[in-house]
T-cell receptor, first 113, second 110 residues
Framework: NAGVTQTPKFQVLKTGQSMTLQCAQD?????MSWYRQDPGMGLRLIHY???????DQGEVPNGYNVSRSTTEDFPLRLLSAAPSQTSVYFC????????????FGPGTRLLVL | RKEVEQDPGPFNVPEGATVAFNCTYS??????FFWYRQDCRKEPKLLMS???SGNEDGRFTAQLNRASQYISLLIRDSKLSDSATYLC???????????FGTGTRLKVLA
């Protein structure tokens, strides 16, 4: 099992550009989520999904879109990048939400100029 | 007020010391709790789940106090390799969201 994989590892964008952060898991997990981590702020939930075709917003969804067409993949789209979106992004998954622990991907470091 | 709060530290302790962290949560519907460990510039990794009766894993002990709405993590006989940030997580039934604290930084000194 590869676990949770994320690509790219690093990315530099200019303000206004769009991009997609990829996340995939091979553990047949139902629940997947995206977080951003900023100094002093901890991990904040952007969007989550409880299964294929079902997504919902977390604490900080503005400026981001997600979709879940398959159980394995949960891409995060930045529509028009802003410097405030400079952060480290983590994808996580768990078999079911709540009682199960989450497994995290290695993260994507994003710098928006 | 943050939904899950932790003292950011850092806690600087000598090798072999015992150190304890607390974490408070505000949502009384929280039902599942976890401690994660995060090394610098790495992803969080599960240290242990926290059960109502308390649980122990080697040098690590986790406790839950529902009446006062806090969880704790005790590390005995600290090792240099325990230096990391420890994240407290709470999950409230029906929210579908894991809420993270900002983390407590531990430095174990030789």
């Amino acid at each position: 099992n590869a676990g949770v994989t994320q690509t790219p590892k690093f990315q530099v964008l200019k303000t206004g550009q769009s991009m997609t952060l990829q996340c995939a898991q091979d553990m047949n997990h139902e629940y997947m989520s995206w977080y951003r981590q900023d100094p002093g702020m901890g991990l904040r939930l952007i969007h989550y999904s409880v299964g294929a075709g079902i997504t919902d917003q977390g604490e900080v969804p503005n400026g981001y879109n997600v979709s879940r067409s398959t159980t394995e993949d949960f891409p995060l789209r930045l529509l028009s990048a802003a410097p405030s979106q400079t952060s480290v992004y983590f994808c996580a998954s768990s078999y079911r939400q709540g009682l199960e622990t989450q497994y995290f991907g290695p993260g994507t470091r994003l710098l928006v100029l | 007020r943050k939904e899950v709060e932790q003292d950011p530290g850092p806690f600087n302790v000598p090798e072999g010391a015992t150190v304890a962290f607390n974490c408070t949560y505000s949502n009384s519907a929280s039902q599942s709790f976890f401690w994660y460990r995060q090394d610098c510039r790495k992803e969080p990794k599960l240290l242990m789940s926290v059960y109502s009766s308390g649980n122990e894993d080697g040098r690590f002990t986790a406790q839950l106090n529902r009446a006062s709405q806090y969880i704790s993590l005790l590390i005995r006989d600290s090792k240099l390799s325990d230096s990391a940030t420890y994240l407290c997580v709470a999950y409230a039934s029906g929210t579908y969201k894991y809420i993270f604290g900002t983390g407590t930084r531990l430095k174990v000194l030789a």
